[in-house]
């Protein structure tokens, strides 16, 4: 996901200005050469590049979102990525200095700065120039208009919104587990392939090879499910896997999760009923039941293969224990209207 950068600036980063290649190098600045321009608000924006998002797109695009944001007058400092999980030490070393924090890059950079906010209680900007960018989606900022995203950040409309957490980490858009993590685990061998089309060959190649698994779900210690399972989707946002939305009905400050949960399915009810994943009605299959829970237990024999935000679990996935954070993370986000109403 992060590359190792072997070899010079010039050979491996856009044309950028001074105070951005030095910070490109890992090294620490004075303030003279990191500052940019103050705006008229004073406020200080930290963002937090992931070089890797986007097979590099995030890279390309950085010329244009230094010029947007200094044609605006904004105080800014790039930071960029080199490791997993660095975005969660960049955030908690750096973070107390500047009033927002912002993921340049997609939802698994998202994912690492959330994992590195609870502390600091900074609002969370987003400029979304990944893959999926399914959170962004359900803030209602385009993936595809960088200076309308910008000026959605400079706006500063922040709703607060709930944070899950399982086994520890956190995740503020979506958690999958059987048919949809091991999906998610197939794109992620496929990260050579751009766009959609990544997300798509891997449901498929899992459509014909995976085989459901054992497990005991128990939501809010009240419901208690145990049989074999071909998928578990916990939903805060309501779109996974480039605007997938296996948990329509979601929303992202009412203090729950919506979940969608399917024992069993034919891979012809899958076949033709794969468009219902886009337009929302895929909850209305007699195969998929859903749940609004706080919290989930859940227990198998074998090693569960899921996703939080897109992004892998180490460690032991043979209990999990899932739970809610309600009203917890500032958010910047499009928030005058619900991007579903217009789809």
């Known amino acids: 996901m992060y590359p190792h950068r072997t070899g010079s600036e010039g050979e491996q980063y856009p044309t950028l200005s001074p105070s951005l290649r030095f910070n490109l190098s890992g090294q ?42 200094q044609d605006r007058d904004v105080s800014f400092e790039f930071h960029f990525t080199n490791e997993p999980w660095h975005a969660v030490e960049l955030v908690q070393t750096l973070g107390q200095a500047f009033d927002v924090v912002v993921s340049v890059g997609g939802d698994g950079t998202v994912n690492e700065i959330i994992n590195g906010l609870p502390e600091l209680k900074k609002p969370l900007g987003m ?14 900022i385009p993936h595809d208009d960088l200076a309308e995203a910008v000026d959605i950040l400079l706006r500063e409309n922040v709703k607060y919104l709930d944070v899950g957490e399982i086994n520890g980490r956190r995740f503020i858009n979506a958690l999958g587990m059987g048919f949809e993590g091991r999906s998610n685990d197939i794109g992620i ?32 210690d009240d419901l208690t499910l145990e049989t074999d399972t071909f998928l578990i989707s916990v939903g805060n946002g309501w779109n996974v896997g480039g605007g997938l939305r296996l948990t329509p009905q979601a929303r992202l400050d009412d203090g729950y999760f919506d979940v969608s949960y399917i024992e069993r399915i034919s891979r012809w009810r899958i076949l033709t009923n794969f468009y219902r994943l886009f337009n929302g009605t895929i909850t209305e299959l007699d195969e998929i039941q859903t749940f609004r829970a706080k919290t989930l237990s859940i227990e198998s024999p074998i090693s569960i293969p899921l996703h939080l935000d897109g992004e892998m679990l180490p460690g ?28």
């Open 316 to 343: 032991d996935r043979t209990r999990l224990l899932v739970t809610l954070h309600p009203h917890e993370q500032p958010v910047i986000g499009n928030w005058d209207h619900d991007p579903r109403d217009s789809t």
């Open 189 to 220: 061998v496929l990260s050579f392939i751009k766009g959609s089309a990544r997300y798509l060959l891997a449901i498929a190649y899992t459509f014909f090879t995976y085989r459901r698994i054992p497990m005991k779900i128990i939501l809010d």
């Open 127 to 140: 400029i979304p120039i990944g893959t999926g960018n399914d959170f962004a989606r359900s803030c209602n």
């Open 28 to 69: 620490d600045g004075n303030e003279s050469t990191n500052k940019q321009t103050v705006t008229e608000s004073g406020k200080k924006y930290l963002l937090i590049v992931n070089p890797a998002a986007s097979s590099g797109k995030t890279m390309k695009a950085l010329p244009q979102l230094e010029r947007l944001l």
